[in-house]
């Protein structure tokens, strides 16, 4: 175990991982910290239900491929908690995360706090100790108080697509949920809106005529679609034609638009716009995976990676696994048992020869396999429970040795097969 583990663990034992949506704590710490947040290179804060990573990776590979150094924040973690946190490039070193986890645990002392506040500090003070060109943020949860809305004047301000998501702290409809999201836009900061629907839009519109944000909106300032197997994107500065992005899916189209449309805005090339497209990685997102021991356990099977885990989330994969060559295609699915996994599993049942349910290992909040079982059979979905990744594919492998193989569900269950697949 590393030291920034031993930091983490106590951490959680004196603020354990719980949500509760308000920034009192965050200012508190941060201004014992000497306020980073006023002290960071240009930020671009991503909020959203999904694509808000994606879109960070397009855009932070576009800035790089400019010779721009960028800092990155994302949540949650997948295989390791330093992958939060990118350092003008690099990962986060285990000596600074040590360091600065303790450093915040010490200033902050007795008081409350929560995990992912006290977490989201420490990378705020990592960032403005660190030169670079641009910070990515990417948003927890929410938008209006989360943790990262502490900076007052960014560069820029995105919103990727709204959907039915945490509706127990954000809100029962999309409108209520958008107006948590827009709670990221600043007084006369331009905001990049992607595709939305009526009701969300409604609300992320009235929110920026408050505070005088200009909107580029998806449908109305810019625009992009495929056609002829190119990315066509255009907006007032003209149309770019470009290659489909290398993160598989229709979804990513969209994805790559609003990357775009904020690459333009900050007065990018159009070769960094293509290198936001092309050079893009973003693990965990319909990602394949072609070495390690689960792939070596499975040699003739085409294993695949997502995390998604709402109603949106399984529409974008379903949607990514028709435009695939057909295959018999087996599910490995453990989700949380606070997402809608019906929701979720319905627009796969049209995609799935067989799914098997099992428990995220090490998280308390995971589903029962046998429940997720059950959903998937409600879903339409062919079903059995399976008592581990590994033993849901070795059982793949004996009935259907050349199947398309999807670990799916969770981002908490993607960080788990990443571990153990090294």
Aim: charged share 20%; net charge negative; glycine share 10%.
């Amino acid at each position: 175990m590393t030291t920034s583990d031993v930091i983490l663990q106590r951490m959680m034992a004196l603020h354990p991982k719980v949500i509760d949506l308000t920034l009192d704590r965050v200012h508190r710490l941060l201004a014992a910290l000497g306020n980073p947040e006023r002290q960071l290179p240009p930020v671009i804060h991503i909020a959203g239900t999904n694509g808000k990573g994606s879109t960070q990776a397009m855009i932070r590979a576009g800035l790089e491929a400019g010779g721009h150094k960028v800092h990155a924040y994302t949540s949650p973690h997948l295989a390791y908690f330093h992958g939060r946190s990118s350092l003008a490039g690099e990962l986060i070193s285990e000596a600074a995360l040590t360091e600065l986890l303790d450093e915040c645990v010490r200033l902050n002392g007795a008081d409350e706090i929560t995990f992912f506040e006290i977490t989201t500090c420490a990378a705020f003070a990592a960032f403005a100790r660190t030169p670079a060109d641009y910070t990515l943020l990417e948003v927890g949860l929410g938008g209006r108080l989360d943790a990262t809305n502490v900076v007052e004047h960014p560069a820029l301000t995105i919103i990727t697509p709204v959907s039915l998501d945490h509706q127990q702290y954000l809100g029962e409809t999309v409108g209520e949920i958008a107006f948590e999201k827009a709670g990221i836009i600043k007084r006369g900061v331009p905001v990049i809106v992607g595709p939305q629907e009526d009701a969300g839009m409604a609300v992320i519109e009235a929110r920026a005529a408050r505070v005088g944000a200009p909107v580029l909106a998806f449908g109305q300032h810019w625009h992009v679609h495929e056609e002829h197997g190119r990315l066509v994107f255009q907006d007032e500065r003209g149309l770019l034609d470009l290659p489909l992005p290398n993160l598989p899916g229709p979804h990513q189209i969209y994805n790559a638009g609003a990357a775009l449309a904020a690459l333009r805005q900050l007065g990018r090339s159009n070769a960094e716009c293509e290198a936001a497209v092309t050079e893009a990685y973003w693990p965990a997102r319909m990602q394949r995976l072609r070495k390690g021991p689960l792939v070596v356990m499975a040699p003739g099977v085409e294993l695949w990676l997502d995390g998604g885990h709402n109603p949106a989330g399984g529409q974008a994969v379903a949607a990514t696994l028709a435009r695939m060559p057909t295959r018999e295609t087996h599910l490995i699915c453990g989700m949380l048992n606070t997402k809608d996994v019906k929701g979720y599993m319905l627009p796969l049942a049209s995609q799935a020869t067989r799914l098997h349910a099992v428990a995220i290992p090490g998280e308390k909040n995971t589903l029962p396999a046998e429940v997720t079982r059950d959903a998937a059979l409600a879903a339409g979905i062919a079903a059995e429970v399976a008592p581990s990744v590994a033993g849901a594919l070795a059982q793949i492998v004996a009935e259907a040795p050349a199947a398309r193989v999807l670990i799916c569900g969770s981002l908490y269950l993607a960080g788990a097969v990443l571990r153990e697949n090294g």
